[in-house]
């Protein structure tokens, strides 16, 4: 099962994302977090990516299409993936199609999670990520016991550098101009479902669970 999860900055796609690769088996492939790494490692392609991440702004399609092609091409990904955060413009989907023929696979559902512009901004500005596993938090809606410190794991919690107000808003603008095609585009195809993002997590999840065909 190749799955594709569309949705604007906030609306969950990371943490469903998570939840759906634990409980599919297939890996999760987050082009954000690829490029976080390569920022924190300091890497050419970090560098690059940085000027576009701390502005809101997208990283260009051939350097995101590479990384994506290129993990592909992990074995782990045979049985399936899924994708957070890519693609992420009209160009990006026809590559995602292209490298899957070329694989032999294809994009089987998509998921569109929608959630309000308002209710991003109120996540996006209280969200808090663990340094060390990933694990995510808000300050008001879901509180580490310890502030600034992971349930999970007891790693650092840190705020995104694009989780502040002026570049969320940023961010919203170039979800809506470039991303939000691509709700036409796979709609057109017949694999696209919605599901509404505001509610609880594993509401959301038996959602998308029975979108795909899975028993939630
Ligand atoms: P995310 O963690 O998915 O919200 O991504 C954080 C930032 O990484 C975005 O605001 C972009 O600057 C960059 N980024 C992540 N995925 C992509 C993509 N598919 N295309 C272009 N830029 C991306």
Do not use: W
């Not at 099962?1 to 609306?11: A, E």
């Not at 399936?80 to 890519?86: E, K, R, S, V």
């Not at 959630?115 to 808090?128: I, K």
């Not at 310890?146 to 989780?163: A, H, I, K, S, T």
């Amino acid at each position: 099962m190749n799955l594709v999860l569309l949705g604007p900055p906030g609306s969950g796609k990371g943490t469903q994302a998570k939840r759906l690769s634990e409980r599919l088996g297939i890996p999760h492939i987050s082009t954000g977090d690829i490029l976080r790494e390569a920022v924190r490692e300091g890497t050419a392609l970090g560098k690059e990516a940085k000027r576009f991440m701390d502005e809101g702004k997208l990283v260009p399609d051939e350097v995101v299409i590479g990384i994506v092609k290129e993990r592909l091409r992990g074995e782990d990904c045979e049985k399936g993936a899924i994708f957070d955060g890519f693609p992420r413009t009209v160009a990006q989907a026809e590559a995602l199609d292209r490298i899957m023929e070329e694989l032999g696979r294809r994009v089987d559902r998509v998921i569109d999670i929608e959630v309000s512009e308002e209710e991003v901004l109120r996540r996006l500005t209280g969200r808090r990520t663990c340094k060390n596993c990933g694990a995510m938090y808000h300050v008001v809606f879901n509180p580490p016991k310890e502030p600034g410190v992971c349930d999970r794991c007891g790693g650092e919690l840190y705020q995104r550098d694009d989780d502040r107000e002026e570049t969320i808003r940023e961010r919203l603008r170039v979800y809506r101009e470039q991303t939000e095609p691509l709700i036409d585009y796979y709609r057109s195809k017949g694999i696209l479902y919605s599901v509404k993002g505001e509610g609880k997590i594993e509401d959301i999840e038996g959602e998308i669970l029975r979108a795909i065909g899975v028993e939630g």
